[in-house]
């Protein structure tokens, strides 16, 4: 993958060492620390900064929290079977239009993790109507003489229709529902490196939050569906394991957990800490880029940063890293630009570059002009949008 770049950037006749940036998806292959496609450009040019796709990021937040538990992998293999199940006839897919009229069932998706809020909230808003589908199949079913779809359909009406999954179901739902929001928001063409990182600080307050509080407001929401539906608000005993005592004098086994300790110690917990610890993994090379250039975000960062006595520090560091700049002269140009740059035009790097070109005043805000475009020529993201398909598998399958 490095050759091809560097062919196709020979190809343009463009030079790998007026880089400043390099993003893209976070497989092994291209984000790896020794021998992904971003470690062997920074070796040849330490000036290209790698930042993580934030879009492919979260989807691989999603991807890890998902894998956290073999109660969320079953979760989530009961709504494909569901799908699985209405959509492989015209005549099923019937039944459940019949019954199921807002939302309707999606696929679940392995290159669109976030969009699996799609496959959730149809459960999520519409259990009731899904459960009367369900049935209706199996009624259905009995009368063809379908005795696969019929044992089909009685099982899935079963299993969606306990308190376990319901928990499950408002669980992922509000965890999904937050990354979508942010996921959409940052693949945004026009948003910035401070976006980047308030949202995806956003999302982490969050899942910290959910983490404490999280079970009991899912719960709330689940037992308004759980009475009007008559069901069982009670989670499934899980059998304790008897450790065999190697004399009679040894002691019993520990006190056993009550199900509402199972289901947190061994789903809950596991998908939010799964996905706080994947959040910060995946994005922690972004604090290094944006520590770079913090100061430099607006006028207010600019003041606090004279304020602390850092400027010079700030600006020393900047021209150690990308020898773009001279530091003194950033420092006097950054001093000026605060009695001089209107307030409206300050509240973002790309407004204050844009006041310096739109004016004429490149001579006198010349290194100012050069730190505020390396700052807003760094990705933030590769995806302009998201997409259903695999292009890899697609090659894949040609061959």
Known sequence: MTEVLLYHLQKHSLSLSDCRGQSYDNGSNMMGHK?????????????AFYIPCSSHTLNLVVADAAKSSVLSISFFGVLQRLYT???????????????????????????????????????????????????????????????ETMSTAKSLHGELKTWSFLL????????????????????????????????????????????????????????????????????PEKRQRKKKRQSPYEGTDETQSTPDETFRRDFFLPMVDTALRSLSDRFSRLKGVYDLYDFLFSKENMKQTIKNGKLHERCKKLEQTLHDIDADDLALEINSSLYTFPDHVATSPFDMLNYIYSEKLLDLYSNLSIALR??????????????????????????
């Not at 021998?35 to 000036?47: C, D, E, F, P, T």
């Open 85 to 147: 199940l209405f959509s492989s006839s015209v005549q099923r897919w019937t039944v459940l239009k019949e019954h199921v009229k807002q939302l309707t069932l999606k696929p679940l998706s392995t290159t669109r993790w976030e969009a699996r809020i799609d496959s959730v909230k149809v459960v999520r808003y519409q259990l009731p109507e899904i459960l009367d589908a369900l049935s209706a199949l199996q009624t259905f079913a009995i009368e063809k003489g379908d005795s």
């Open 374 to 399: 390396l700052l807003l020529t760094l990705p933030v993201s590769v995806a302009s949008g998201e997409r259903s398909f695999s292009a890899k598998k697609k090659k894949r399958e040609k061959k």
């Open 168 to 235: 499950c179901t408002m669980t992922w739902y509000n965890v999904l529902y937050q990354i979508n929001h942010v996921s959409k928001l940052l693949q945004s063409p026009n948003v910035s490196m401070e976006t980047l990182r308030s949202e995806t600080e956003g999302v982490k307050d969050y899942l910290e939050d959910f983490r404490e509080n999280g079970i009991a407001s899912c719960q709330t929401d689940a037992k308004d569906i759980a009475e009007n539906l008559d069901m069982e608000m009670t989670l």
């Open 35 to 47: 021998q992904g496609v971003q470690a062997r450009i920074l070796q040849l040019n330490s000036k």
